[in-house]
């Protein structure tokens, strides 16, 4: 009997369901996928942005990842929101302890609409003490430029250069995300010196709430049933393009809604 792969998500919870552990957990099930979260920090949100946040006691984020990782080992864990440096610290000591794999980091620090995601001291909490412990990190560019100090990319050139230096002062591989360029949209990825570009195409819609939880989430869950990083990476763009063409359907909101995570499985 095939074994169905089992996902964990870290992060905030999103009341309007459209990114944080509502997002994950749909995206775990789009890819049929058995999901479960510890929840690090509860948020005040909608389609409009994100007006506060409340971050869960750190003993508390570690007992409930304790209680996932001590009873159902995941075959990948997505990590979203971490709110502080403190909760950081408690992640990663939980995820040593247990030699978790298939680590899947979205650095998450500012939301596009709204009030900061992250307290002081949480980047270098992430560098420091999360960031080697995961198979790829996935930086938005402008999480790139506040994690790595520099002025935000304007190119694939400066993304990949950010890239290395998070990989030098940690990370195994980074993907770079440049939805936010101009023109094209360009992700690059940066493994072992070496840069690969991946391209995709500008989907015409406001529907983007949540788009970097839904694919560090959906290459998580590839990589939980074996494919390769860059095939991972490939599957999950593509599906989220796909998502992001049927988010207009969905008619949620009067702002910024989230994509469709079950457009393959269901019509809206």
Not at 11 to 37: E, I, N, R, W
Not at 205 to 215: D, K, V
Not at 236 to 251: F, Q
């Amino acid at each position: 009997m095939r074994k169905i792969p089992r996902l964990l998500s870290i992060a905030g919870s999103d009341p309007s369901g459209g990114a944080g552990v509502q997002a994950d957990l749909k995206t775990f099930s789009a890819f049929g996928c058995y999901g479960m979260a510890a929840i690090t920090a509860l948020t005040v949100q909608n389609t409009r942005g994100v007006s506060a946040s409340y971050p869960i006691a750190p003993d508390i984020v570690a007992a409930q990842i304790d209680a996932v990782l001590s009873d159902i080992p995941p075959d990948a864990i997505k990590i979203g929101m971490l709110a502080t440096p403190e909760i950081a610290r408690a992640v990663a000591e939980m995820l040593a302890r247990y030699d978790a794999r298939n680590i899947v980091l979205d650095p998450v620090l500012v939301p596009t609409q709204g009030v900061s995601l992250s307290a002081a001291g949480l980047e270098t909490a992430m560098l420091t003490n999360v960031m080697p412990l995961a198979r790829l990190v996935t930086p938005n560019l402008h999480e790139a430029s506040a994690l790595t100090q520099t002025p935000l990319a304007r190119n694939p050139d400066e993304m990949a250069a950010q890239g290395r230096l998070l990989c030098e002062a940690g990370a195994r591989a980074v993907l770079v995300k440049g939805g936010d360029l101009e023109g094209e949209p360009v992700d690059v990825l940066v493994e072992a010196g070496e840069r690969r570009i991946f391209r995709g195409r500008r989907i015409p819609t406001r529907n983007t709430h949540g788009t970097g939880c839904a694919l560090s989430s959906a290459i998580a869950c590839e990589l939980a049933k074996g494919a390769p990083l860059i095939d991972a990476i490939a599957t999950a763009k593509v599906w989220l393009e796909g998502a992001l063409e049927a988010a207009d359907a969905l008619r949620l909101g009067d702002g910024r809604g989230p994509p469709h995570h079950f457009f393959a499985l269901w019509r809206a």
